[in-house]
Structure formats: structure tokens, C-alpha cells
């Protein structure tokens, strides 16, 4: 007999005794995944009174704050959330800035140096079933040396993300604008470095035409910007754009058994370029953004993001651009996404932002400066104030792997903050070496979609075809006669074979692609062969009705809340 039929015919009492075995085990499991929790819920630690400090999932997506002094804990404490939302069977994002989280794919061991402090620490929270173990991970680089290559197009990263990029001012911040738009009424994809120096060239050699039409246009501003792209092809910034594009959806995936998988983005070269960093992360909340259904507050998260070195992302920003970051927080909340950032001054995140950050951990600080102790001062001003707790004292006194820890409850409301020591982390505690990294890879679900480079036929290749046509055109005129020319079929493709032609070259480079994209019932923006229809059927539209015709919308933050 069935199991299942041998269990509807069984006595109630006895179903009652089977469910709660069935019961007991999925706690064992999930105990054994590192949860160490009830359903629902994420163990952070355990306060100095013996309450056990909670991070409910359903209000996981109100964002928060890990902040503390260099050494005190943070990365240890995101490591330990990290593989706590694995385990949930909810993806993760994070950068690793400094080289060693690299190790979330790969279990502890107790030949680690450290291992003996980890294990009594796990004994004191009374975690009985510590015990290493590994978490599924997908290896991400811009520069594609310790992971899949990450791209995107010049016009999906938009004006305004990239001319923050470049440090540009009001004016060439307006010249950009008009590149941009100029660029969409011809029909002519931007996807690489490439494609922008020529669309700049271009612009510079028509600006008396096209300050006609647009505003303002000097040679100078144009010259300024070229050189602020020369600047970040030298930083490797050309490796960040190109296709194939990334497909948001597949940061947003779970393995076999249900754990969701944690994307490590390899950033200890890429920090080198901070405004790089913090421009990239920016642009990967707002694809997030533009991409996910509106799921309003889910059991738990669709994806959680942790933003190290978070600072980066406000310094020097322009207040146009601190009030779009402060919107995409607010409202990328409603697409189960939550945001935690990592810092190491409470004070490096605006107040906009800052309020809108429920979950927080906050490891030790130091008094060195009056800077610091402005910080420590507003630290404990934003915790639900703990009668029987100095907060601006206990910060300064916190050890390593400890932490003033407040979090959402279910009803919404924040807890009352507490003194909290942090469990450890099941996964390893540092780097992984080139040969684990190796391994980890050839297993990838992505191995090979994002690996080689495409170069499809973009705005660089057909103003280049232009410009050869038009100097071949002139010899001829000149050797015979302009109504002799006049007669001969075009040199160029007609406007519906290059449409053909665009579609088709999409189609061979991204059918995985479009494919990914059915997960989140959405095509993201960055679609290659979205963006090559639409680029084809804007340049039929421009040659056939004139060049406002056919226009379509790049700039990607400025467009965000519509």
C-alpha cells in the first residue's frame, strides 16, 4: 500500500504522532541548514538577558544597517545573514571588498585557526548541531578574471548614471543629455565605449547643426567628455560595457535543494575605481528596480542586497541624484528586495536614507575624534531605547562579534535594542584559493553564457559605414558625374535590410538570455534583442518621417518612477 493512502486510513491519534514527527525533523533540517531558528524567522544571536535575537523574513525587506569600526565584526556578521537567507531559500548579493567572502561557498573547518572561538561561541548561543557547511555560489567580476563577466550598454546605464561616472558638471552633464537624445532619434545603439567615443565624435563635428536643434553644444564641453571616457577605458571601465547584457533574473535563483544561491561580485580590484563601484551597485538597484513585479510584502525577500563600503555610493553625489537613491530604496521595498548596508560610520548614510534602514546591527565604535563621537551620539539616538542599556556607552565597549542589534517585529515595530552576541558562520572564515574558485565555477549554471563578448552592429560601426560611404561617394562625383551617382543602387543596407540584419545578430547572441527571462514574468531592459527592434524600427521611423519619430527612453534613473 502507499504510503500516503496508508496514512489517510490510519487512526487521527496516530496521524497526529506522525505529523509531529515530520514536524520535528523539518526543525532538525532546518537547524542543520544554519537557521537555528523558528518559521520565519533568522537567528542574529543572543542577548545579555537570554533572549534570542530574531530578523523576521517578512520584514527582512525593510532594509537595514550593519556599521562598525574596522575589526570589530561586520563582515563575519554579514556572512553569518548571508548563508541564514541561503538557507531560507532566499538569494543574496554581495560585494567582496576585501577578498575573503569569497569562502560563503565553502564549509569551515576545524583546522581553521580560529576554530576553537567559533565553536565555544556557538556552544554559549546554544546552537547543539553546529556543524561546517557550504552554500551554493556564483562567482561575478567586472573585469571577468574571478567570475562571469558583468555588462551592460551604454544606454541602459543612462545619462545620468554615466555622467556621474565621469564627474561631469551641469554643462557637460547637458551635452551628454543631448548625445543620448540624439542618438535615440537616429536609431543608433550605444552598447560600448566604442559606440559613445564615436557618437561624441560625431557630435563634435555636427555641433553648430546641433545646437540648432537641441541647445548649446561647444566643442570644448564635447572634448571634456572624451576625455573623461578615454580616462575610464584606462581604468578598465570598457570591460562594464558590452553584451551580452546581464539578466537580472539570474541573480534570483535557488539550487536543487531549495537554498537560495549567493552571488559574490569579486570587488577587491574593483575598488580601486570606487565611483565605479558605487555607480555599478546603483545601476544594479535600479535594474532590480525596473525589472521585478510590485509583490508588496512578501513572507520573505525575492533577493537581499548587501551594499559594502556603502559611503562610496553618497560621496560627491550630486542632491538630483542622493533623492533618486532615496526613492529607489524606498520603493524597490515593495519588489521584495531588501537592502543592507555595510558601513563603517552610521553617520556615511544620509538621513533620508538612513530612516528608511529597519534592521540594524552595530558593532563597536571608537571615540578617537569629535567625528566619532558625533557618530556614537547618533548611532543611539536611532535605537527603541532599552531601559536597563547605555547605549552610547555599550557602544564603545562592544567586543568582537558583538553587536547592539534591533529589528522589525512582526507587527512592524522595531525592538528594544540589546546587547547581543552574534552567532558564527558555518561557511569558511576567509579567501578560497584559484584552484576552489576554479571548481566552483566550471559548476555555474551561467558557465559559458557570459563569457565571450559580442560586438554586434552599433552606433560605432554605422556612422564608421557613414563616413565611408560619404568619402567614397565624393571620389566618385568627382571622377564622373553627381547624376551618374545618382543612379547606382545605395552603398549602405537599405533601411529594412539593416533592420533585418540587427534583429537577426540579436537573436544569435541572446537566446539563453531571453529565455532567463521568463522567470520573473518580465524581459529585462537590457534585453539585447528588445533594444536591437527597437533600435532598428527607431531608425526606419527616423528615415522615413524625420528624426522625431521612433525616439525611446534611455535615461534609466531619470525614468525610474514613471
Not at 122 to 143: M, T
Amino acid at each position: 500500500m502507499r504510503p500516503g493512502i496508508a496514512l489517510a486510513l490510519a487512526p487521527p491519534a496516530f496521524v497526529s504522532r506522525a505529523l509531529d514527527r515530520v514536524g520535528a525533523r523539518c526543525d532538525t533540517v532546518r537547524q542543520s541548514k544554519g537557521v537555528h531558528s523558528a518559521v520565519g524567522q533568522i537567528f542574529i544571536g543572543l542577548a545579555e538577558n537570554g533572549e534570542k535575537q530574531y530578523l523576521e523574513l517578512g520584514r527582512a525587506n525593510r532594509h537595514g544597517l550593519i556599521a562598525g569600526a574596522t575589526g570589530t565584526g561586520k563582515t563575519v556578521t554579514l556572512q553569518g545573514l548571508a548563508e541564514s537567507f541561503s538557507a531560507e531559500g532566499v538569494p543574496v548579493f554581495v560585494a567582496d571588498v576585501k577578498g575573503d567572502l569569497a569562502g560563503i561557498s565553502m564549509p569551515g573547518s576545524p583546522a581553521f585557526k580560529h576554530a576553537d572561538k567559533l565553536e565555544a561561541r556557538a556552544k554559549e548561543l546554544g546552537i547543539d548541531d553546529y556543524a561546517y557547511s557550504d552554500n551554493p555560489a556564483v562567482f561575478w567580476d567586472l573585469y571577468g578574471q574571478k567570475g562571469h563577466p558583468i555588462r551592460t550598454t551604454i544606454s541602459e546605464m543612462g545619462p545620468l548614471l554615466l555622467g556621474r561616472l565621469l564627474d561631469l558638471n551641469e554643462t557637460q552633464q547637458g551635452v551628454l543629455d543631448i548625445v543620448f537624445r540624439f542618438a535615440d532619434e537616429q536609431g543608433l545603439l550605444l552598447i560600448d565605449l566604442e559606440d559613445l567615443q564615436a557618437m561624441l565624435a560625431h557630435t563634435s563635428e555636427n555641433a553648430s547643426a546641433l545646437s540648432a536643434r537641441y541647445g548649446n553644444v561647444t566643442k570644448p564641453s564635447v572634448g571634456t567628455i572624451q576625455r573623461q571616457v578615454l580616462s575610464l577605458d584606462s581604468q578598465g571601465g570598457a570591460e562594464f560595457f558590452g553584451e551580452p547584457a546581464l539578466e537580472i533574473a539570474d541573480f534570483i535563483r535557488v539550487d536543487e535543494k531549495g537554498r537560495g544561491v549567493i552571488n559574490v561580485l569579486a570587488a577587491d580590484q574593483l575598488m580601486r575605481s570606487p565611483k565605479l563601484y558605487a555607480t555599478f551597485l546603483l545601476w544594479l538597484l535600479a535594474e532590480l528596480f525596473e525589472v521585478l513585479p510590485e509583490v508588496g510584502d512578501p513572507e520573505k525577500p525575492k533577493l537581499v542586497f548587501f551594499f559594502d563600503e556603502a559611503h562610496l555610493l553618497f560621496d560627491d553625489a550630486p542632491k538630483a541624484l542622493q533623492d533618486k537613491i532615496e526613492q529607489v530604496v524606498r520603493l524597490i521595498r515593495s519588489k521584495g528586495v531588501g537592502v543592507y548596508f555595510v558601513t563603517q560610520n552610521p553617520i556615511d548614510i544620509p538621513e533620508e536614507v538612513a530612516g528608511q534602514l529597519g534592521n540594524r546591527v552595530q558593532h563597536a565604535l571608537r571615540a578617537f575624534t569629535p567625528r566619532d563621537q558625533k557618530a556614537i551620539r547618533a548611532a543611539a539616538e536611532t535605537f527603541r531605547i532599552n531601559p536597563n542599556l547605555d547605549v552610547e556607552t555599550a557602544i564603545t565597549e562592544l567586543m568582537t562579534g558583538e553587536a547592539l542589534v534591533s529589528t522589525l517585529m512582526e507587527d512592524g515595530a522595531p525592538s528594544v535594542v540589546q546587547r547581543t552576541l552574534v552567532k558564527p558562520p558555518r561557511s569558511r572564515l576567509g579567501p578560497i584559493d584559484a584552484k576552489e574558485r576554479a571548481i566552483i565555477q566550471s559548476i555555474s549554471p551561467y558557465d559559458g553564457k557570459y563569457d565571450e563578448r559580442i560586438d554586434r552592429e552599433s552606433a560605432a560601426e554605422v556612422l564608421e559605414q557613414k563616413a565611408a560611404d560619404a568619402a567614397a561617394t565624393a571620389e566618385e562625383v568627382e571622377a564622373s558625374s553627381r547624376e551618374e551617382v545618382g543612379k547606382r543602387e545605395r552603398k549602405s543596407t537599405s533601411i529594412w535590410g539593416k533592420a533585418a540584419k540587427r534583429a537577426a545578430g540579436a537573436a544569435l547572441g541572446s537566446g539563453a538570455s531571453i529565455a532567463a527571462g521568463a522567470i520573473l514574468g518580465k524581459k529585462s531592459r537590457a534585453n539585447p534583442v528588445k533594444t536591437a527592434t527597437s533600435s532598428a524600427v527607431g531608425s526606419i521611423a527616423t528615415d522615413l518621417a524625420g528624426p522625431y519619430v521612433g525616439r525611446f527612453v534611455r535615461n534609466l534613473i531619470g525614468g525610474l518612477m514613471r
